[in-house]
């Protein structure tokens, strides 16, 4: 062998696998036995005087490629990742503090291999212990030729960047280092000192690396996209425009665009923008660079610009957004994915004579993530990837295929120079039930509070076709309804087994509602609190009930019909006994009473059942016919002609300003008659209720 027979080669220090040895430490004769695992791999297998045909070399590559179970169970753990989603490989060995890495045809992959491999190398070196992880230039790398290692096989088989990773202590080829042990202060007497480090190292590279390995790991995930973008009204707080980029599927998203209310000049707007990662990093609670990157490239890059004429534009400051809440002051997913800035078009001469009349404009938005990187100027395919390098990932001009990325100039705004008075904002007259018409059979019920407070109950289904119920408290944002937290109730029973104490509130998602008028907004949702994927969406939607005595805005909604009594007691009821259970009342305009039952079956599934009834009096409401449904499916796949309605029973509530009866006598099986004793829990704003 090239190498002493009384060199340390076993226990802690072993290089090869045991492939032929066995576990005692005292067996001398196999300690030599095994094969170098990081010789073993294709597609340089056995090409290199660096490995070896003779089984006792410690650089022996095996009797073939792969030919070794790890190897083998390795190249499986990558097919199961799945292999599609592979974006980065490191081997780590001990020591010398170097990445070796090889480069294959694949000029690009090589170019972002070296580009991932600064990132790592200068922001290790940013630590106070300051150790720099030496690499070699590309330049100086021969094409096409290995030695049979791990990194190799994923450069060439699986084209994403590869190295393996020799962690400190150096070698001794570092400036200032003496290698080994030594550059702990040990004596270096020999060279096996370095494969141990000392205690008092241990903690220090394991952290530092994580961290490192991390900032490596953000920067494969993909370039930044554009997520959202909102304009607020700053006198007002509506939305006047939303956009976003919903996921479509693997490769392409379709843009959301939502406008209220064109743009006017000389009024104040805030501008909202958040993409799909986080963007900053923070030192002392202030935004800075990234340790390692320039503090040069943190800025943002906006524009305004009108096919019809020139247009001139005022942006402040941006600010980056590190507290939860979404538009306008908080960031949307993660911690400084967001930032906002002031924004109006002047009432200056250019504009009020490029602005006649409605224009469209076109609002151009780039910046570089936390390691540099452009973001994508089209979102409309996403970054993935794919052959070595970034498909999907646009430049300015539109290019595919330069891993350069661009400012994105995929939004269009309406703008006038008319006055258009106030944008639209939410009143009283909110407080309806909601559906999207291409999705009837599903729906919500809004309760406008007093205090800026919403209450939302969402009556839906899940993946199984079966009923499923969330509810939530939000605030009022101009023409906003915000619910930051969407609660899934469990534990329920229905009936006298009915325990409030088996019952659990869980933080499902999250939701948020639009209003571009009095009857008609759009409501966006994320799912993402389960035991399953994210999953989002958003629906139209469209009135479907007018209560009465709350006007949505400055006319009447129901000329000539006088508020009756009975408009008192709309809004939500229960029994404390069977607190996670409930009734929402709506007494409509024209007298007729819609009654929902968020509940549960005998089984513990929630379940809701509902109907429109009549007044005997002012306090006594009787549903002679309510109703359940089935089949209906939550999200993508819900087909409104699949969903059935069919009849559940009876119900009569007897109500008070803040108490009351409800007596019910189902039809289906499996449900008890019973009677459950009410009490108020909200109030709708605009309406008063005195006994």
């Known amino acids: 062998p090239r190498y002493p027979e009384d060199w340390p080669r076993d226990g802690r220090m072993r290089r090869k696998n045991m492939h032929g040895a066995d576990d ?24 290199s005087e660096r490995s070896s045909y003779d089984t006792s070399d410690l650089v022996y590559h095996g009797a073939h490629a792969a030919s070794e179970p790890e190897i083998q169970a390795l190249d499986a753990a990558a097919q199961l990742g799945p292999a599609d989603q592979l974006s980065l490989f490191t081997d780590l060995h001990s020591y010398s503090q170097v990445h070796f890495w090889q480069r294959s045809a694949n000029n690009r992959l090589t170019l972002l291999t070296e580009r991932l491999l600064s990132t790592f190398t200068r922001h290790h070196q940013s630590f106070p212990a300051g150790k720099y992880y030496w690499y070699a230039n590309r330049r100086n790398l021969p094409v096409n030729q290995g030695i049979g290692t791990t990194d190799e096989y994923f450069t060439h088989i699986y084209e994403v960047p590869s190295w393996t990773l020799e962690i400190e202590p150096s070698g001794g080829e570092h400036d ?13 007497r020999n060279g096996h000192d370095g494969f141990i480090l000392p205690e008092s190292q241990v903690e220090r590279v394991r952290t530092e690396l994580a961290q490192t390995f991390a900032v490596a790991y953000y920067q494969q995930t993909a ?3 554009l997520k959202s973008l909102q304009l607020i009204d700053d006198a007002t707080g509506a939305t006047v425009f939303a956009a976003g980029w919903d996921v479509v599927d693997a490769r392409h998203r379709s ?6 209310q064109p743009l006017q000049v000389g009024r104040d707007y805030r501008a909202w923008v958040a993409w799909d990662k986080p963007m900053r990093w923070r030192e002392n609670g202030e935004v800075a660079a990234l340790p390692g990157q320039s503090s040069g490239l943190l800025g943002i890059e906006r524009t305004i610009t009108s096919d019809a004429a020139e247009i001139t534009g005022q942006l402040g400051e941006p600010s980056w957004l590190d507290t939860a809440g979404g538009a306008p002051g908080g960031y949307l997913r993660y911690r400084d994915d967001a930032a906002e800035w002031s924004f109006s078009l002047p009432a200056n001469e250019t504009n009020l004579a ?4 409605i224009v469209d404009l076109t609002l151009g938005v780039g910046v570089r993530d936390l390691v540099s990187i452009q973001s994508d100027a089209d979102p409309a395919t996403v970054a993935r990837w794919q052959n070595g390098a970034w498909s ?12 350069t990325g661009g400012v994105d100039t995929t939004l269009t705004v309406q703008a006038t120079a008319d006055d258009l008075g106030d944008p639209f904002v939410l009143a009283p007259g909110t407080s309806a039930a909601w559906f999207d018409i291409e999705r009837s059979g599903e729906g919500f019920l809004v309760e406008m509070l007093a205090d800026q407070r919403a209450v939302m109950y969402w009556f839906t289904y899940d993946t199984e076709g079966k009923q499923d119920w969330y509810t939530a ?91 009756h009594q009975a408009s008192r007691l709309s809004g939500s009821w229960y029994d404390p006994s069977h607190s996670g259970e409930g009734y929402i009342l709506q007494v409509l305009d024209d007298l007729r009473i819609l009654v929902y039952w968020f509940s549960y079956d005998a089984g513990g599934q929630r379940r809701w059942f509902y109907g429109v009834g009549t007044h005997e009096d002012d306090s006594t409401f009787v549903f002679e016919d309510l109703y359940t ?48 004793a009410l009490i108020r829990l909200t109030v709708l704003d605009g309406l008063e209720c005195t006994d």
């Not at 490029?354 to 009349?357: C, I, T």
């Not at 944002?477 to 469990?490: Q, Y």
């Open 629 to 676: 449904t089935r089949g209906g499916v939550f999200g993508a796949g819900f087909d409104p002609d699949t969903v059935e309605s069919l009849p559940w029973g009876r119900l009569e509530l007897e109500l008070a300003c803040d108490s009351g009866t409800a007596r019910f006598n189902p039809t289906e099986t499996g449900f008890e008659a019973g009677e459950l």
């Open 392 to 403: 999907g990932y646009e430049a300015a001009i539109g290019l595919d295929g330069g891993d």
């Open 176 to 188: 200032g280092l003496p290698g080994g042990g030594a550059d702990y202060g040990g004596l270096g």
């Open 24 to 47: 005692d430490l005292q067996t001398e004769a196999d300690h030599l036995q095994g094969v170098d695992l990081n010789r073993n791999n294709e597609p340089f297998w056995a090409t």
């Open 255 to 260: 843009l959301f665009r939502f406008q209220a």
């Open 473 to 563: 408290v939000g605030e009022v944002r101009g023409n906003r309804l915000v619910f930051p937290e969407m609660i899934l109730v469990s534990g329920g029973e229905f009936g006298p087994g009915f325990d409030p104490e088996k019952v659990t509130r869980s933080v499902i998602g999250s939701a948020s509602f639009t209003w571009s008028g009095c009857d008609s907004g759009v409501m966006d949702w994320v799912i993402d609190g389960d035991s399953g994927p994210l999953r989002q969406g958003r629906m139209k939607l469209d009135r479907l009930t007018n209560v009465m005595a709350l006007p949505c805005d400055e006319s009447d909604p129901t000329p000539g019909v006088p508020s």
């Open 223 to 225: 370039p930044p996209s």
């Open 354 to 357: 490029a602005l006649q009349g």
